[in-house]
């Protein structure tokens, strides 16, 4: 991934809960890999005025400036301590007064990838994506890193990074993105593809060599080139028979990064977001990038 010309280039919403606090992390040790800018973005939802009924404040009132602030400060102070010894990278911030989701997906135009945390819990204490993260993933404008609280540790930086392949537009930029952050972090790269998303095998008159066959030809044509374009990563292929999102959730116990593409096989022309990267995000406890093509 070549093109770091965007004007946020890292951009990361913000908002000073514990997912925020992680997202800031993971996105300032990518900023420092990268050598690219980075900037801490927080949305101010515009307070609605009792009277006239539905009207907004014009500006931002004192008290929500000062909170806004304050969030601003937070992140900033947990860059600070991200960087550690490395050298910093250019790091920006920006404070806007509109609803949160448009505000970021409009934002999103102009930044190489956006960054934000997992947040929300639900009825039986599963943690579950807040409504920043999945409006995000639907209409991004470009890859989304999404990151849950690291409260249990960060990843093993020795780990693999991990690759959902099926062969779609998606897949092909999520490749593109898992090689060169492969190579980044000097690590494997685990290439994982499920050749069916139906769990019950075997089906009558199914033969699994053709099968296996098939799916490691179109192992071999999309990892080709890149790894002639990357000959330091180290690749390993796996070949599945079951639903693509249970083995990816389950190999990515064993990674640090996860990288999807949006929309799979299975997407009609409607659908803005795949299942299995839709099932990835949630519940995977390491970093996870959903990519959508270009």
């Known amino acids: 991934m070549s093109d770091h010309t965007a004007e946020y280039g890292l951009l990361v919403g913000v908002d000073g809960s514990t997912s925020s606090d992680a997202a800031v992390a993971w996105a300032t040790r990518e900023a420092v890999m990268r050598h690219v800018p980075l900037t801490l973005f927080h949305a101010v939802t515009p307070v609605v005025v009792g009277w ?20 601003i400060d937070h992140a900033r102070k947990t860059f600070e301590a991200s960087v550690g010894a490395s050298e910093p990278p250019e790091m920006h911030t920006q404070m806007v007064y509109s609803s949160v989701v448009p505000a970021l997906i409009d934002a999103s135009r102009d930044a190489w990838m956006i960054v934000a945390g ?17 409006g995000l993933l639907h209409h991004a404008h470009c890859p989304v890193g999404v990151i849950h609280s ?11 990074v991990l690759l959902g392949i099926d062969g779609s537009p998606a897949s092909e930029a999520a490749t593109a993105l898992a090689f060169d952050e492969a190579s980044r972090r000097g690590v494997e790269l685990v290439a994982l593809h499920a050749w069916s998303d139906v769990g019950v095998f075997p089906v009558l008159g199914m ?13 071999a044509e999309r990892l ?11 690749v390993k292929r796996m070949l599945v028979c079951d639903k693509p999102a249970r083995w990816l959730l389950d190999e990515s116990k ?13 997407g009609f022309p409607g659908m803005l977001l795949g299942s299995v990267s839709s099932a990835v995000a949630q519940s995977a406890t390491v970093p996870v990038i959903v990519v959508r093509p270009k």
Request: a negative charge; zero cysteines.
């Open 207 to 219: 033969d699994w060599r053709d099968r296996e066959s098939q799916g490691q030809e179109v192992l």
């Open 118 to 134: 997992s947040e929300g819990m639900g009825a039986l204490g599963r943690l579950l994506l807040g409504s920043v993260a999945t």
């Open 254 to 266: 064993r990674a640090q990064l996860v990288v999807v593409g949006n929309r799979g096989r299975g």
């Open 150 to 160: 690291d409260e249990g540790g960060a990843p093993d930086s020795h780990a693999p």
């Open 52 to 71: 006239p009924v539905g009207q907004l404040y014009a500006t931002m009132p004192e008290w929500q400036k000062e909170g806004a602030q304050q969030v």
């Open 224 to 234: 080709a080139g890149w790894q002639e374009q990357y000959p330091d990563v180290h």
